[in-house]
């Protein structure tokens, strides 16, 4: 099957490359998984999938359709639910197996999908990176300003709005990043950790779903 996980992210430390050089690495707690649902594109689903759970949750937390979906997998439902899309080749698991970090060991790169830190409403140079205002020449409490919008801004032809997109203050983070090409480091299959060179979206303790990178080419570093 294709190497996927779903993991809580635990933080980072420090570990000795095999050149001897000191990277940060981010600790993540890999399953285990359990698989759910395998779909097939010779059946009605028209694709082939392979559906996995993590953590389980309490039965009186759980909705019934949910409860019943995890039966038929002969386990307790789930707290996180993610689909493993495959290409061409079908799933080489049957329902209710058990995924572990195992899986990863003839892995280099991982492709990592979190939901990113939550910084509520921020200005322009905080989301953007805009440089702000000049410090001087009668410039007064308007450093951070991001300045006129309007001149190049206009959807014109479709009136006199902003175009959809323009970049501006609003609200930051908390949503759905993937950081691609990370050098999985090291295994610990006794504690179901993965150690994934670089940050990581999200906090500490948030999810993620881990998945074999598909573009990564294995290279020094």
Same mark, same amino acid.
């Given at each position: 099957?294709?190497?996927?996980?779903?993991?809580?992210?635990?933080?980072?430390?420090?570990?000795?490359?095999?050149?001897?050089?000191?990277?940060?690495?981010?600790?993540?707690?890999?399953?285990?998984?359990?698989?759910?649902?395998?779909?097939?594109?010779?059946?009605?689903?028209?694709?082939?999938?392979?559906?996995?759970?993590?953590?389980?949750?309490?039965?009186?937390?759980?909705?019934?359709?949910?409860?019943?979906?995890?039966?038929?997998?002969?386990?307790?439902?789930?707290?996180?639910?993610?689909?493993?899309?495959?290409?061409?080749?079908?799933?080489?698991?049957?329902?209710?197996?058990?995924?572990?970090?195992?899986?990863?060991?003839?892995?280099?790169?991982?492709?990592?999908?979190?939901?990113?830190?939550?910084?509520?409403?921020?200005?322009?140079?905080?989301?953007?990176?805009?440089?702000?205002?000049?410090?001087?020449?009668?410039?007064?409490?308007?450093?951070?300003?991001?300045?006129?919008?309007?001149?190049?801004?206009?959807?014109?032809?479709?009136?006199?709005?902003?175009?959809?997109?323009?970049?501006?203050?609003?609200?930051?983070?908390?949503?759905?990043?993937?950081?691609?090409?990370?050098?999985?480091?090291?295994?610990?299959?006794?504690?179901? /950790? /993965? /150690?994934?060179?670089?940050?990581?979206?999200?906090?500490?303790?948030?999810?993620?779903?881990?998945?074999?990178?598909?573009?990564?080419?294995?290279?020094?570093?």
């Amino acid at each position: 099957m294709y190497p996927a996980l779903i993991g809580k992210k635990v933080g980072m430390t420090q570990m000795f490359a095999e050149n001897g050089a000191v990277c940060g690495v981010t600790v993540v707690r890999a399953g285990p998984c359990v698989v759910l649902q395998v779909k097939q594109a010779d059946q009605k689903d028209g694709y082939n999938a392979v559906q996995i759970g993590f953590e389980d949750v309490r039965k009186n937390r759980a909705a019934k359709p949910a409860i019943g979906h995890a039966e038929r997998a002969k386990t307790a439902p789930k707290k996180v639910v993610r689909e493993v899309r495959l290409l061409d080749e079908q799933a080489e698991t049957d329902v209710g197996a058990t995924l572990t970090v195992e899986n990863f060991e003839e892995v280099n790169f991982v492709d990592v999908t979190g939901t990113t830190k939550g910084k509520g409403f921020a200005g322009g140079v905080k989301r953007h990176g805009f440089k702000g205002q000049p410090a001087s020449h009668g410039v007064e409490r308007k450093h951070r300003s991001p300045g006129s919008i309007g001149g190049h801004g206009t959807d014109l032809g479709h009136g006199g709005n902003i175009k959809k997109g323009k970049k501006m203050a609003g609200h930051m983070g908390a949503a759905r990043d993937t950081s691609r090409n990370h050098r999985l480091m090291g295994i610990d299959a006794e504690n179901n /950790l /993965l /150690l994934i060179k670089g940050p990581l979206p999200g906090p500490n303790g948030g999810y993620l779903f881990i998945r074999k990178s598909r573009t990564a080419r294995d290279k020094k570093g």
